[in-house]
C-alpha cells in the first residue's frame, strides 16, 4: 500500500504566488508518485483577491487562511496542521518558487523508507534556469549558529551520487516523516522566519534519528541570496536562539569566548554595512525576561528529546562560514582560527 503524501507549498504572502505558483504545481502535477499526494498551502495576510486566485490555479487544494502575515514558520505549520489530521503519511515542505523533477516524490518516499532512523529528508537542490549549478546540497552548521547551504553554485558534476547525512534540510525542501513531527514537533514558531529548519532538523538529531540527502531526488529553485541577506534581524537572532536551546550547558560555556568574539565583529560588520539598529534589535530581544521564559522552556523541551550527546553530533557542525557571495578576505581570515578553536571544543566534550 502506497503512503500518502501531503505537498505544503511554502506560505503565500501579497504576490509570491502569482510570480511562482504556475512553475511549482506544474511540476507537481507531473510526478510520477502512484500514491495519493494532496497540495496544502497558507495564504498569509490573505485578501478576497488572493483567496481567489489560489482557487482559481489550485481548485483541488486545501488553503488556510490568515488575516496576518505569521510568518514562514507558523504559516507551514497550519498547513502541516491540516494534513496531520487528515491522516497523511509524509509532510513535505515545498518552496514556492520551486520545480520539482517528475519523480522527486518518488525518489525521496523510496530514501525515507529505507530506513527507520532517517527522520528527515532533502532533494537535492539546483538552481533554475542555471540547471547545471547547486543550489543546496543541504544545509551545514557553524558551532555559532550560521545556517548556509552546502555547495551553491558549484557544479552539478560534483554532488554525491549517494545518500549521505546532512544537518538539516532548507526549509524550502523538508520532506518528513509523520511519526517524526509527532515525536519532535513541528517549525518552531518563535524563529517567524529563517533558521525554522535548522532548529528543527537539529532537534531531529538530538532525537536519535538521521537527516539525509537523497541525491536522485531533483528539483530546482528560483532562489535569490540577496532576498534573504535583506533579512538581517531574524538571520542573526534565531541563529542565537538555535544554540542557546539546542547545545548542552557544557557546549555553551566552552564555545562561548569564540561567540564574544563574533559579537564583537559583528558589531563592525553591522556599523559598515549599515545594519546596527538591527544588531541592537537581536540583543534587546535577548534582554527580556519575557523571551528568556520562552527560551528555557524551548531548551528543556529540545534537551528532553536528546539520546545523542553533543560530542556526537559535533562531528556534523563546522567551525568554517561560507556564504559565496560574501566569501572575501576576511572569512579567509576568520575562518582558520574559528575551525581551530571548534576542532578543540570538539576533543574535550563528554
Known amino acids: 500500500m502506497f503512503k500518502r503524501v501531503a505537498i505544503i507549498i511554502s506560505p503565500n504572502w501579497h504576490d509570491y504566488a502569482e510570480k511562482y505558483i504556475d512553475d511549482c504545481l506544474e511540476g507537481i502535477r507531473a510526478q510520477d508518485y502512484p500514491g495519493e499526494m494532496k497540495i496544502f498551502i497558507t495564504d498569509n495576510e490573505t485578501s478576497e483577491k488572493s483567496y481567489n486566485f489560489l482557487r482559481a490555479k489550485m481548485p483541488e487544494a486545501e488553503i488556510w487562511l490568515n488575516k496576518n502575515n505569521d510568518g514562514f514558520a507558523k504559516g507551514c505549520n497550519d498547513s502541516m496542521k491540516k494534513a ?12 514556492i518558487h520551486s520545480i520539482m523533477d517528475p519523480s522527486c516524490i518518488s525518489s525521496l518516499v523510496a530514501v525515507a523508507e529505507s530506513d527507520p532512523r532517517i527522520g528527515a529528508l532533502q532533494a537535492l537542490c539546483l538552481l533554475y ?8 546540497l543541504g544545509n551545514a552548521t557553524h558551532f555559532l549558529g550560521f545556517g548556509y547551504c552546502v555547495g ?5 558534476e560534483n554532488a554525491p551520487a549517494k545518500i ?8 524550502g525542501s523538508f520532506f518528513l516523516k509523520r511519526e517524526i513531527l509527532e515525536k ?7 524563529y517567524w522566519m529563517y533558521n525554522e529548519d535548522q532548529e528543527l532538523g537539529w532537534r531531529i538529531w538530538l532525537a536519535g534519528f538521521r537527516c539525509v540527502l537523497a541525491p536522485q531526488a531533483i528539483m530546482y529553485s528560483q532562489y535569490n541570496f540577496l532576498r534573504s541577506i ?3 534581524y531574524w538571520m542573526d537572532r534565531n541563529r542565537i536562539l538555535a544554540i542557546l536551546e539546542c547545545y548542552q550547558l557544557l557546549t555553551l560555556i566552552l564555545i562561548f569566548p569564540a561567540f564574544f568574539l563574533m559579537e ?5 560588520f553591522s556599523i559598515k554595512n549599515g545594519s546596527l539598529i538591527e544588531k541592537i534589535k537581536v540583543w534587546q530581544y535577548f534582554l527580556s525576561a519575557k523571551n528568556w521564559r520562552y527560551i528555557r522552556k524551548a531548551r528543556s523541551r529540545n534537551q528532553g528529546l536528546r539520546k545523542v550527546r553533543d560530542r556526537e553530533i559535533a562531528k556534523l557542525i563546522t567551525g568554517k562560514i561560507w556564504y559565496q557571495e560574501i566569501g572575501d578576505w576576511k572569512l579567509r581570515l576568520v575562518n582558520p582560527v574559528f575551525n581551530t578553536y571548534w576542532l578543540l571544543v570538539r576533543l574535550v566534550l563528554p
Open 264 to 268: 564583537l565583529g559583528l558589531i563592525l
Open 129 to 136: 534556469p542555471e540547471k547545471d549549478k547547486i543550489l543546496s
Open 164 to 171: 549521505c547525512d546532512i544537518f538539516y534540510p532548507s526549509g
Open 230 to 232: 535583506k533579512k538581517y
Open 84 to 95: 496531520l489530521a487528515l491522516g497523511f503519511d509524509y509532510i513535505f515542505n515545498l518552496s
Open 184 to 190: 519532535v514537533g513541528m517549525f518552531n514558531e518563535e
Open 152 to 156: 551553491y553554485k558549484e557544479k552539478r
